[in-house]
Protein backbone atom coordinates (compact mmCIF):
# COMPACT_ATOMS: atom_id res chain seq x y z
CA UNK A 1 0.00 0.00 0.00
CA UNK A 2 1.15 3.60 -0.60
CA UNK A 3 1.52 5.95 2.46
CA UNK A 4 3.33 8.86 2.71
CA UNK A 5 4.75 8.38 5.86
CA UNK A 6 6.93 5.53 4.14
CA UNK A 7 10.01 7.28 2.68
CA UNK A 8 12.22 5.64 -0.20
CA UNK A 9 15.69 5.06 0.03
CA UNK A 10 17.87 7.85 0.31
CA UNK A 11 21.77 7.45 -0.89
CA UNK A 12 23.85 8.75 2.40
CA UNK A 13 26.32 10.88 1.65
CA UNK A 14 28.10 13.46 3.48
CA UNK A 15 32.47 13.13 4.50
CA UNK A 16 32.93 12.83 8.26
CA UNK A 17 30.09 9.96 9.34
CA UNK A 18 32.57 7.46 9.60
CA UNK A 19 33.98 9.69 12.13
CA UNK A 20 31.34 9.30 14.36
CA UNK A 21 30.95 5.89 13.82
CA UNK A 22 31.64 4.96 17.76
CA UNK A 23 30.00 7.39 19.39
CA UNK A 24 28.44 6.12 22.21
CA UNK A 25 28.67 2.68 21.51
CA UNK A 26 30.49 0.11 23.50
CA UNK A 27 33.15 -2.01 21.54
CA UNK A 28 31.56 -5.41 20.62
CA UNK A 29 33.45 -7.48 22.82
CA UNK A 30 31.78 -5.30 25.94
CA UNK A 31 28.28 -6.23 24.42
CA UNK A 32 26.67 -8.77 26.39
CA UNK A 33 25.27 -11.86 24.65
CA UNK A 34 22.73 -14.34 25.06
CA UNK A 35 22.19 -17.84 22.80
CA UNK A 36 19.21 -19.13 21.83
CA UNK A 37 19.51 -22.97 20.16
CA UNK A 38 18.02 -22.94 17.25
CA UNK A 39 14.72 -25.24 16.47
CA UNK A 40 15.68 -28.17 14.69
CA UNK A 41 13.02 -27.33 11.93
CA UNK A 42 14.47 -24.12 10.81
CA UNK A 43 18.35 -25.46 11.20
CA UNK A 44 18.64 -25.99 7.57
CA UNK A 45 20.33 -23.21 5.67
CA UNK A 46 18.79 -24.35 2.48
CA UNK A 47 15.12 -23.80 4.08
CA UNK A 48 15.96 -20.65 5.39
CA UNK A 49 17.05 -17.06 5.30
CA UNK A 50 19.09 -14.96 7.75
CA UNK A 51 17.83 -11.45 9.56
CA UNK A 52 19.06 -9.46 11.45
CA UNK A 53 16.02 -7.33 13.70
CA UNK A 54 16.72 -4.53 16.30
CA UNK A 55 14.84 -2.61 19.11
CA UNK A 56 15.93 0.54 20.15
CA UNK A 57 13.97 3.30 22.23
CA UNK A 58 16.33 6.64 21.15
CA UNK A 59 14.49 8.94 24.23
CA UNK A 60 14.25 11.14 21.13
CA UNK A 61 17.68 11.52 21.11
CA UNK A 62 18.30 12.06 24.87
CA UNK A 63 21.36 10.44 26.33
CA UNK A 64 21.16 8.80 29.28
CA UNK A 65 24.07 12.25 30.45
CA UNK A 66 20.66 13.98 29.54
CA UNK A 67 22.15 15.96 26.52
CA UNK A 68 19.95 16.13 23.23
CA UNK A 69 21.73 14.85 20.18
CA UNK A 70 19.89 17.27 18.54
CA UNK A 71 22.76 16.39 15.38
CA UNK A 72 21.41 12.85 15.85
CA UNK A 73 25.44 11.76 15.38
CA UNK A 74 25.15 9.95 18.55
CA UNK A 75 22.03 8.27 17.92
CA UNK A 76 22.78 7.04 14.42
CA UNK A 77 26.67 5.64 15.39
CA UNK A 78 24.54 3.65 17.79
CA UNK A 79 22.11 2.09 14.96
CA UNK A 80 24.37 1.93 12.79
CA UNK A 81 26.74 -0.03 15.29
CA UNK A 82 23.83 -2.92 15.30
CA UNK A 83 23.92 -3.40 11.49
CA UNK A 84 20.59 -4.81 11.66
CA UNK A 85 17.99 -5.28 8.64
CA UNK A 86 15.02 -4.32 10.29
CA UNK A 87 15.07 -2.06 13.57
CA UNK A 88 12.46 -0.77 15.55
CA UNK A 89 12.77 2.68 17.34
CA UNK A 90 10.51 3.87 20.09
CA UNK A 91 9.91 7.54 21.29
CA UNK A 92 10.80 9.42 17.85
CA UNK A 93 10.13 13.00 17.63
CA UNK A 94 9.21 14.34 14.40
CA UNK A 95 8.86 18.38 14.52
CA UNK A 96 7.74 17.93 18.00
CA UNK A 97 9.32 20.32 19.56
CA UNK A 98 12.47 22.37 20.97
CA UNK A 99 13.80 19.68 22.45
CA UNK A 100 14.85 18.27 19.69
CA UNK A 101 15.12 21.05 17.82
CA UNK A 102 11.76 20.50 15.88
CA UNK A 103 13.77 17.77 13.62
CA UNK A 104 12.00 15.02 11.70
CA UNK A 105 14.55 12.32 13.47
CA UNK A 106 12.50 9.10 11.57
CA UNK A 107 13.58 10.97 8.25
CA UNK A 108 16.94 12.33 9.13
CA UNK A 109 17.85 8.70 11.08
CA UNK A 110 16.53 7.06 7.54
CA UNK A 111 19.00 9.07 5.24
CA UNK A 112 21.76 8.66 7.65
CA UNK A 113 21.38 5.28 7.70
CA UNK A 114 20.90 4.72 4.28
CA UNK A 115 17.24 2.69 4.84
CA UNK A 116 13.59 3.10 4.28
CA UNK A 117 11.79 4.19 6.62
CA UNK A 118 8.21 4.20 8.41
CA UNK A 119 6.76 6.68 10.67
CA UNK A 120 3.91 6.08 12.84
CA UNK A 121 2.78 8.70 14.94
CA UNK A 122 1.17 8.32 18.20
CA UNK A 123 0.39 12.10 18.67
CA UNK A 124 0.02 14.30 15.27
CA UNK A 125 -0.34 17.94 16.87
CA UNK A 126 -1.18 21.38 15.25
CA UNK A 127 2.02 23.05 14.65
CA UNK A 128 3.71 25.17 17.19
CA UNK A 129 3.34 28.29 14.98
CA UNK A 130 1.14 29.09 11.98
CA UNK A 131 2.45 27.60 8.75
CA UNK A 132 4.66 25.07 10.41
CA UNK A 133 5.28 21.05 10.29
CA UNK A 134 2.09 19.48 12.57
CA UNK A 135 3.85 17.98 15.85
CA UNK A 136 4.10 13.95 16.11
CA UNK A 137 5.61 12.00 18.45
CA UNK A 138 5.81 7.89 17.91
CA UNK A 139 7.49 5.07 16.65
CA UNK A 140 9.04 4.23 13.72
CA UNK A 141 10.88 1.41 11.83
CA UNK A 142 14.14 1.24 9.64
CA UNK A 143 14.55 -1.33 7.33
CA UNK A 144 17.60 -2.36 4.57
CA UNK A 145 15.11 -3.94 2.59
CA UNK A 146 12.19 -1.96 0.46
CA UNK A 147 8.89 -1.33 2.30
CA UNK A 148 5.95 -3.46 0.42
CA UNK A 149 3.02 -2.23 2.65
CA UNK A 150 2.68 -0.18 5.79
CA UNK A 151 0.11 0.48 8.25
CA UNK A 152 -0.03 2.16 11.88
CA UNK A 153 -2.73 0.35 13.61
CA UNK A 154 -4.51 1.40 16.72
CA UNK A 155 -3.86 0.05 20.69
CA UNK A 156 -5.34 1.30 23.66
CA UNK A 157 -3.61 4.05 24.96
CA UNK A 158 -4.30 6.62 27.95
CA UNK A 159 -3.17 9.65 26.74
CA UNK A 160 0.01 11.62 28.15
CA UNK A 161 -1.83 14.76 26.45
CA UNK A 162 -4.81 14.97 28.01
CA UNK A 163 -5.53 15.79 31.63
CA UNK A 164 -7.95 13.11 32.46
CA UNK A 165 -7.27 10.34 30.12
CA UNK A 166 -9.65 7.23 29.67
CA UNK A 167 -8.41 4.68 27.66
CA UNK A 168 -9.30 5.07 24.04
CA UNK A 169 -8.11 3.24 20.61
CA UNK A 170 -4.99 5.51 19.14
CA UNK A 171 -2.52 4.69 16.89
CA UNK A 172 1.27 4.49 16.97
CA UNK A 173 1.42 0.42 16.79
CA UNK A 174 3.15 0.41 13.12
CA UNK A 175 3.24 -2.83 10.96
CA UNK A 176 5.41 -3.60 7.84
CA UNK A 177 5.93 -6.03 5.70
CA UNK A 178 9.17 -6.91 3.49
CA UNK A 179 10.47 -9.36 1.24
CA UNK A 180 13.75 -10.85 2.48
CA UNK A 181 15.13 -12.50 -0.03
CA UNK A 182 11.83 -14.70 -1.39
CA UNK A 183 10.03 -14.63 2.09
CA UNK A 184 7.27 -12.37 3.00
CA UNK A 185 8.36 -10.81 6.82
CA UNK A 186 5.63 -9.27 8.82
CA UNK A 187 7.61 -6.54 11.28
CA UNK A 188 6.26 -4.84 14.16
CA UNK A 189 6.92 -2.24 16.79
CA UNK A 190 5.35 -1.29 20.02
CA UNK A 191 5.70 0.89 22.98
CA UNK A 192 3.13 0.00 25.74
CA UNK A 193 2.06 1.83 28.64
CA UNK A 194 4.44 3.13 31.05
CA UNK A 195 2.12 3.26 34.14
CA UNK A 196 2.31 0.86 37.36
CA UNK A 197 -1.40 -0.24 36.72
CA UNK A 198 -1.13 -2.86 34.20
CA UNK A 199 -4.17 -2.78 32.83
CA UNK A 200 -4.07 -0.77 29.95
CA UNK A 201 -0.57 -2.75 29.21
CA UNK A 202 -3.07 -5.94 28.94
CA UNK A 203 -5.51 -4.27 26.63
CA UNK A 204 -2.78 -3.15 24.73
CA UNK A 205 -1.25 -7.32 24.47
CA UNK A 206 -4.64 -8.22 23.16
CA UNK A 207 -5.36 -5.64 20.66
CA UNK A 208 -1.46 -6.38 19.24
CA UNK A 209 -2.55 -10.42 19.71
CA UNK A 210 -5.91 -9.73 17.55
CA UNK A 211 -3.31 -8.04 14.86
CA UNK A 212 -1.33 -10.10 14.60
CA UNK A 213 -3.46 -12.79 14.13
CA UNK A 214 -4.87 -11.52 11.16
CA UNK A 215 -1.69 -11.86 9.14
CA UNK A 216 0.12 -14.83 8.12
CA UNK A 217 3.41 -16.23 7.61
CA UNK A 218 6.47 -15.12 9.54
CA UNK A 219 6.08 -12.16 12.35
CA UNK A 220 8.66 -10.33 14.26
CA UNK A 221 7.47 -7.98 17.20
CA UNK A 222 9.82 -5.78 19.28
CA UNK A 223 9.83 -3.16 21.11
CA UNK A 224 10.01 -1.54 24.91
CA UNK A 225 7.25 -3.40 26.36
CA UNK A 226 7.57 -1.50 29.91
CA UNK A 227 7.15 -4.82 31.63
CA UNK A 228 9.55 -7.67 31.69
CA UNK A 229 8.81 -11.24 29.91
CA UNK A 230 7.37 -12.62 33.29
CA UNK A 231 4.89 -10.16 33.99
CA UNK A 232 0.90 -11.01 34.05
CA UNK A 233 -0.33 -8.66 31.58
CA UNK A 234 2.42 -10.30 28.68
CA UNK A 235 1.55 -13.86 29.27
CA UNK A 236 -1.01 -13.59 26.48
CA UNK A 237 1.69 -13.15 24.05
CA UNK A 238 3.50 -16.30 25.05
CA UNK A 239 0.96 -18.62 23.80
CA UNK A 240 1.26 -17.43 20.05
CA UNK A 241 5.24 -15.90 20.49
CA UNK A 242 8.76 -16.82 21.65
CA UNK A 243 10.67 -14.34 23.59
CA UNK A 244 13.88 -14.10 21.75
CA UNK A 245 16.59 -14.11 24.97
CA UNK A 246 14.30 -15.49 27.81
CA UNK A 247 17.06 -14.66 30.80
CA UNK A 248 19.21 -12.55 28.41
CA UNK A 249 20.53 -9.17 29.66
CA UNK A 250 18.70 -6.38 31.22
CA UNK A 251 18.01 -2.85 28.95
CA UNK A 252 16.93 -0.56 30.91
CA UNK A 253 18.60 2.20 32.39
CA UNK A 254 20.86 1.91 30.36
CA UNK A 255 24.28 2.90 32.85
CA UNK A 256 23.24 0.37 35.59
CA UNK A 257 20.27 -1.71 33.31
CA UNK A 258 18.19 -3.77 36.16
CA UNK A 259 15.22 -4.36 34.12
CA UNK A 260 14.46 -6.33 30.76
CA UNK A 261 11.70 -4.69 28.90
CA UNK A 262 13.35 -4.05 25.75
CA UNK A 263 12.03 -7.01 23.72
CA UNK A 264 12.56 -9.37 20.62
CA UNK A 265 9.98 -11.98 20.11
CA UNK A 266 8.81 -14.07 17.26
CA UNK A 267 6.96 -16.75 15.76
CA UNK A 268 7.02 -20.15 15.31
CA UNK A 269 8.32 -19.48 11.51
CA UNK A 270 11.38 -17.91 12.81
CA UNK A 271 14.51 -19.51 14.87
CA UNK A 272 17.12 -17.36 17.16
CA UNK A 273 20.28 -17.96 16.30
CA UNK A 274 21.86 -14.97 18.85
CA UNK A 275 20.99 -12.16 20.74
CA UNK A 276 22.86 -9.22 22.35
CA UNK A 277 22.36 -5.98 24.72
CA UNK A 278 24.68 -3.63 23.26
CA UNK A 279 26.12 -1.18 26.03
CA UNK A 280 25.60 2.60 24.86
CA UNK A 281 24.56 5.59 27.05
CA UNK A 282 22.92 7.08 23.80
CA UNK A 283 19.40 6.62 24.73
CA UNK A 284 18.22 5.46 28.90
CA UNK A 285 17.69 2.20 27.09
CA UNK A 286 20.08 -0.47 25.88
CA UNK A 287 19.14 -1.36 22.04
CA UNK A 288 18.93 -5.37 21.87
CA UNK A 289 19.75 -6.86 18.29
CA UNK A 290 19.13 -11.00 16.88
CA UNK A 291 20.04 -13.03 14.57
CA UNK A 292 17.58 -15.14 13.26
CA UNK A 293 16.92 -17.63 10.69
CA UNK A 294 13.36 -17.47 8.95
CA UNK A 295 12.01 -21.06 7.83
CA UNK A 296 10.82 -20.83 3.59
CA UNK A 297 7.30 -21.73 2.84
CA UNK A 298 7.17 -25.10 1.66
CA UNK A 299 5.96 -24.80 -2.13
Known amino acids: MNNPLVSRRSVLVGAGLAAVAGIGVAPDAMAATFTTPADPNVASAASTVRLRAATYNIHAGLGQDNVFDLDLDRTAAAIRALDADLIGLQEVDVHWG ?17 MHVFFAPIYDLDPATPGAERRQYGV ?21 QDP ?9 FPE ?12 YTTHLD ?39 ELAPLWDHLTDAAPGGDDTYPADVPDKRIDLITVSPEV ?5 RTVAT ?15 RPTR
Open 98 to 114: TRSGFVDEAHALAERLD
Open 176 to 187: VTVNVRGVRVHF
Open 194 to 232: YRSDPSVRAAQVKDMLAILAADSGPKILVGDFNAEPGAV
Open 281 to 295: LASDHRPVVADLAIL
Open 140 to 160: AVLSRYPILAAENHDLTRLST
Open 271 to 275: AVRRV
Open 164 to 172: NPVPAPAPG
